[in-house]
């Protein structure tokens, strides 16, 4: 690395390192990932494809059963991402890490306005979450129907630094690659959201979990880093539908020696 390239990445390191550090991103990315943002490289298409996927309907299996093997987050058509490279995707390759954009920043109080006023905005939502959507003029039905579909594909980050009002959580929706990618227990992939300073723009990254080879799907894990059970069910509840009526809500009234001095 030259001297120049050096003194960047110890600048990029300085800014981001404590965000890439609580993601888990792995320090040997760091260098590829600060080229491809000072650049703003998206070269993943050169790695990955989109693939559409047919449901078969097994006859005699139950709603809820349907429901959990539906490979697409929202509604048909459904998709899923593979590697298209000839040569695979090496973990330990430095430049395996790559950017996605964000098709969608919002604070939940102006979606409504945005769908309504922001040009393209309610036509690429809908055709990235499966509604039909034909018209030119937004319409009250397609965005309360965006509206409900948003929360299966919507993230969140907040800003550590700033004014209170800029440390409101930002809710998010990647383009319609990072969109595409499924959820799974045992992910190939990882991903996480970063802002960049220097641009002021949030990206998500990603970087594989393991070697890949042509063909095999890319998948992250919804609940990234969550590991109580139960939390992760609620989180996954969206995707993966499951009864939660098991849970003890009961919260036992403390006893008088509790509020004693």
């Known amino acids: 690395m030259s001297g120049d390239g050096e003194e960047d990445l110890a600048a990029f390191v300085a800014l981001h390192g404590a965000a890439l550090r609580a993601s888990r991103v792995p320090a040997c990315y760091w260098e590829s990932l600060c080229r491809k943002l000072r650049g703003e490289v998206f070269d993943a298409g050169d790695y990955f494809g989109i693939m559409q996927v ?5 006859e005699g299996d139950e709603e809820m059963e349907e429901l959990k093997k539906k490979p697409n987050p929202g509604n048909e ?13 090496q973990a330990s390759n ?16 102006h979606a409504r306005q945005q769908l309504l006023h922001v040009p393209g905005l309610l036509h690429r939502m809908t055709n990235l979450m499966g509604i039909d959507f034909h018209g030119e003029i937004p319409d009250e039905g397609s965005i309360e129907q965006v509206l409900q579909e948003m929360w299966k594909y919507n993230q969140t980050y907040q800003l550590s630094q700033g004014t209170a009002e800029e440390k409101v959580p930002v809710w998010y ?3 319609e690659f990072g969109s595409r990618i499924q959820h799974s227990d045992q992910p190939s992939f990882a991903t996480a959201p970063l802002f960049y300073m220097p641009q002021q723009i949030a990206y998500t990254v990603l970087w594989p979990l393991r070697d890949l080879e042509t063909g095999d799907e890319v998948t992250r894990d919804y609940a990234y880093g969550e590991t109580d059970r139960l939390i992760r069910k609620c989180i996954l509840l969206p995707w993966v539908p499951t009864e939660v009526l098991d849970v003890n809500c009961f919260t036992p009234e403390p006893s008088d020696e509790h509020y004693q001095v």
Do not use: Q
């Open 54 to 58: 047919e449901e078969v309907d097994e």
């Open 173 to 175: 929706i990647m383009d």
């Open 77 to 89: 058509p459904c998709f899923k991402v593979i590697i298209t490279n000839e040569n695979g995707l």
């Open 94 to 109: 430095p430049n395996s890490i790559f950017l996605i954009d964000h098709a969608w920043t919002y604070r939940v109080e």
